[in-house]
């Protein structure tokens, strides 16, 4: 598909492809502004929204902001342009995150149509998985994705797998436990009650594992077994960590881009994704979930639970506003 041309149709599936991608708390971080002159779409952080309890330093923020980069890039091929992305454009300016410039091109796209396709179809599923597990082939594919976007994809093996789970479920039982996030975990629970489209609906947290093996993220809602019981879950999870050599802004943000490659990759494939960030939340066990590469070590960004099974419930999108730069 080709057009010289950001019609208003283009443009709002441009930011509705950008709004569909995941962000911590479903908060959905971010705030878009058009300079027509030179096509350029600006995403700035959306501080409000921040969790400042949860995520102080704002890494979750940027990953969030990172999924919704890389979704822009993938729907802007798909309408015929080369998406030119600047992350950190100005150093004077912390909230603007990204600027993606549509350039006009007549090389053919660079991503394969099923990416496009995902980009509508992927959200988490919070539920049981089959005991099934995932063909070598397809552990390559999404290795490669994350290292595409500059990162790196480690598939665990069990005894891995089953420390990193251990860690997560540390740090939901801190999570829980602590007033100041399980309250603002809460508010993000209940805040679809404002009409807004932000937050956890209830229906898709889904149930917790009957064994307590997989730690399910609970939003400290505390809820009554009759309403959502718990389940068996699978017993070997396949369970992969993305990681970047260094820790900067930057890096957040090519961590986000390189996590949302991944899950559309696993979407393209009929695999579900669920994200096991807790422990990511808490510096201490955050350390213990640094993986070694040979020399170096590198800096965890995301916990991925993978398999096949249902789809969980998609969570709701805000309608998006987008400014026109004041000068245009």
């Known amino acids: 598909m080709r057009t010289a041309v950001l019609d208003g149709t283009s443009l709002e599936t441009l930011l509705s492809a950008a709004v569909a991608a995941p962000s911590i ?130 598939h665990l093996p069990a005894a891995q797998g089953d420390t990193v789970l251990r860690l997560t479920r540390e740090a939901e039982h801190r999570n829980t436990t602590d007033p100041d996030r399980a309250a603002e975990s809460r508010r993000w629970l209940t805040g679809l009650d404002t009409g807004t489209g932000l937050g956890m609906p209830p229906e898709a947290l889904g149930p917790q594992d009957f064994l307590d093996h997989i730690p399910m993220r609970d939003f400290s809602a505390h809820r009554h077994p009759n309403t959502l019981p718990a389940r068996p879950f699978e017993k070997r999870p396949s369970i992969a960590v993305l990681t970047t050599t260094h820790d900067r802004r930057t890096d957040w943000l090519r961590a986000g881009q390189a996590l949302e490659r991944v899950l559309l990759t696993a979407t393209a494939h009929s695999v579900r994704a669920s994200l096991l960030h807790q422990a990511l939340e808490w510096p201490d066990l955050r350390e213990c979930l640094m993986v070694p590469v040979g020399p170096h070590t590198c800096h965890p960004q995301m916990v991925l639970r993978l398999g096949y099974g249902p789809e969980g419930p998609a969570t709701p999108r805000s309608g998006h506003t987008l400014h026109l730069r004041e000068d245009a």
Do not use: K, M
């Open 25 to 154: 708390h479903n908060t959905q971080p971010w705030r878009f502004r058009l300079d027509p002159p030179t096509l350029t779409l600006a995403i700035r952080a959306a501080t409000h929204r921040g969790l400042r309890h949860t995520d102080p330093t704002g890494r979750a923020l940027h990953l969030s902001v990172g999924c919704a980069v890389l979704n822009l890039r993938i729907a802007a091929e798909h309408f015929g342009w080369t998406p030119v992305t600047r992350l950190l454009p100005h150093p004077d300016e912390p909230e603007l995150l990204a600027t993606v410039r549509l350039a006009d091109t007549t090389r053919p796209t660079t991503t394969h149509p099923a990416l496009y396709d995902s980009v509508w179809r992927r959200h988490s599923s919070r539920l049981p998985f089959a005991e099934r597990p995932l063909p070598t082939p397809l552990l390559t594919e999404l290795t490669e994705a994350a290292h595409t976007e500059g990162a790196v994809l480690h």
